[in-house]
C-alpha cells in the first residue's frame, strides 16, 4: 500500500512516502515554512518514481500541536484526498510520538506543553507494535498528570525536557524511568499507524467528512 | 474558460466557478459572522478553525452547483494576498494541493484587486479605464484600473478601514455587529439632526484616507473625558442621542468617500466608477454618490451583494483575466499579510 503521509504538528515538518515494498522515502523542512511542502512531496513522489494518483491513502497527524502547522497539513492533506479520491487517514500526534517506542517498552508516557503551566499528556500501552491510550488525554498541571500514569514508563514529548525534574522526583524511587530525548514525531512512525488502521478497519474516501485538528485550547 | 475560485482571506470561507471571468456557475460562501458577533469583529484563530472544518465542502458544493469536475476546470485562481496569514494560508495550501494534483495552472489573486473587479461580475461589459472604490471591513482603496492584469493603487487608508470603523462606532453606540448595516438601518429612517462629526480629507489633493480620528471624535462625544486622567461615569444615552452620534459619523464617513472618490475620476478623466467591498451595500453611501456623481456625469457601477461581502466569485472572475504562474514558481507561492 502507498501511504503519503504529513507530520506537521511540531516545529519540524515531515514528510513520508511510503511504497508497497514498504520502502519509506523522508523529507524534514526544519525550520523552513509551509511554503515548501508541496516541493517536498514533489521531490519524495520523484525519487520514488512514482505519480500522486498512485498513492492510495494520505496520513495526517492531527495534533495537538502547532495551531497553524496543523492546519496547513491538514489543507493540504484534504486537497490531496479531495483531488485524488483517495482516504484521508488522521492520527493523534500523541500516538505518533508514542509509536516508534514500543520497540523499547510496554508503558509510554506523552507528555506535550500546553502552555499556561500546563501539559497536554497521555499514557499508551503497547500491543503488538502498536500504542493503545489507556486513558483520555490529560490537560493540567503536570504533577497531577503524573500521578496517574503508570510506573515503569519511557517518557517521550516536547515537555519532557521542560518537567524532568518533576518526572524525576515523582519516580524517585523507581529506578526504570527513561526519558527519551527525541525532538519531533516522524512521518514514518505515522505511517506505520495508518498502515496498521488501512489493515484493521474500513477505511473509505469520504468528501464529507469532517477531519478537524485537535487543539490544546 | 473556467476558472474555480478559493477564498479564505478573512471570515468566509468561499469557493466558486465562473466562466470567461463573468458567468458565475456557481458562488458558495460559509459567512462565519455569527461566531465573531459575540467579540464584535473578527477573532483570526476562530476564522482559521472554521475555514479548516468547511474548506472540502464549500469547494465540493461549488463544483457540485456548477455541474462540474476538475476535468472541466481550466485554472485555479486563489486569494494569497492580503488578509490573516492563518486564514490565507489555509486556502491557498488547499488550492495548491489541488493544482498539483490535477495539473491545473494555478493564478494567485489579490483580495482587493478582486473587490475592484466585482462589479463586472454584475455590469458584463463593464471595462477599463474606471476608478475602483474598495470599501470594507479590511480595507478602503482607490484604484485607477486600466485592464485587469495591473490595478494603480491610487490611495488607501493610512490606519484603519471604514467597516471596522463601522463596527467600532457600533460598539461604542451599544449596536450589535457587524456594524454598518445596523447604523445604515437605523439611520434610514431617523430624521432627526446629526452630531457635526470632522472630516479627515489628510493632506491637500491626498487620495488617502484615515478613520482612527473619527472613532475616537464618537468615543469623546460618547463618554467625554471629564480631565486628562479620569473618565466621566458612564451616562445613559437617550435613542436620540445615539441616532443622532450615528447619523453625523456616517454623514462625515460618508462625504470623504464620496468626495475622494470624485476627485479620483477627476484628475483620471475617469466617467465611469465602480464601488466593491461590504460597505458598498451602505444605502447613504449610494444615494450620496449617485446625487455627487451624476451632476458630473459619472455613471456608478456596483455588484449585486452577494459579490459586495467576501466571495470567490470575485476570485475566479478576475483570475480569468490574469496569468497563470509556472509549476516552480506555484510550489513556493506563499502568502502574504499585506498588499
Known sequence: MKILALETSSSCVNIGLCLDSGMIFEESLLNRGSQFILGAVDKLLKDARIKLDDVDVFGISVGPGSFTGLRVGLSFAKGFSYSCRRPLVAVESLKVWASPLCRKSTNIVVLLDAKRTCVYGQAFLCQNGIPKAIHEPFMGPVKDFLAQVPRESVFVGSACGLYEKEIREMFSDSEKIFIEKQNTPKAKDLIALVLHDAKNKKIEFNPEACVTPIYFW | ?339
Open chain 2, 1 to 339: 474558460m473556467k476558472v474555480l475560485g478559493i477564498e479564505t482571506s478573512c471570515d468566509e470561507t468561499a469557493a466558486a466557478v465562473v466562466s470567461d471571468g463573468r458567468e458565475v456557475l456557481s458562488n458558495v460562501v460559509n459567512s462565519q459572522v455569527e461566531f465573531h458577533k459575540k467579540f464584535s469583529g473578527v477573532v483570526p484563530e476562530i476564522a482559521c478553525r472554521k475555514h479548516i472544518e468547511t474548506i472540502t465542502c464549500v469547494l465540493d458544493e461549488a463544483l457540485k452547483k456548477a455541474h462540474c469536475d476538475f476535468s472541466s476546470i481550466d485554472r485555479i485562481a486563489v486569494t494569497n494576498r492580503p488578509g490573516l496569514i492563518g486564514a490565507l494560508l489555509i486556502g491557498l495550501s488547499f488550492a495548491k494541493s489541488i493544482a498539483y494534483a490535477r495539473g491545473i495552472p494555478l493564478v494567485p489573486v489579490s483580495h482587493i484587486e478582486a473587490h475592484a473587479y466585482s462589479a463586472c461580475l454584475t455590469h458584463m461589459s463593464l471595462s477599463g479605464p474606471y476608478i475602483s472604490l474598495v470599501v470594507s471591513g479590511g480595507h478602503t482603496s482607490l484604484y485607477l484600473v486600466k485592464d485587469f492584469k495591473s490595478f494603480d493603487l491610487l490611495g488607501k487608508t493610512i490606519d484603519d478601514a471604514v467597516g471596522e470603523a463601522y463596527d467600532k462606532v457600533a460598539k461604542v453606540l451599544g449596536m450589535s455587529y457587524p456594524g454598518g448595516p445596523e447604523i445604515d438601518r437605523l439611520v434610514r429612517s431617523y430624521k432627526g439632526k446629526a452630531v457635526s462629526f470632522p472630516r479627515t480629507y489628510l493632506e491637500k489633493d491626498s487620495l488617502d484616507f484615515s478613520f482612527s480620528g473619527i472613532k475616537t471624535a464618537v468615543l469623546y462625544k460618547v463618554h467625554p473625558p471629564a480631565n486628562k486622567t479620569s473618565w466621566e461615569k458612564e451616562k445613559v444615552l437617550s435613542e436620540q442621542d445615539i441616532l443622532s452620534v450615528a447619523k453625523g459619523f456616517q454623514e462625515s464617513i460618508v462625504d470623504v468617500l464620496v468626495r475622494k472618490s470624485i476627485a479620483a475620476c477627476q484628475r483620471h478623466d475617469c466617467r465611469k466608477l465602480a464601488i466593491g467591498g461590504g460597505v458598498a451595500r451602505n444605502s447613504r453611501l449610494r444615494e450620496k454618490l449617485l446625487e455627487e456623481c451624476s451632476k458630473r456625469n459619472i455613471e456608478t457601477f456596483y455588484p449585486d451583494r452577494a459579490y459586495c461581502t467576501d466571495n470567490a466569485a470575485m476570485i475566479a472572475g478576475l483570475g480569468y483575466y490574469q496569468p497563470p504562474i509556472g509549476t516552480e514558481a506555484m510550489m513556493t507561492l506563499d502568502a502574504t499579510p499585506t498588499i
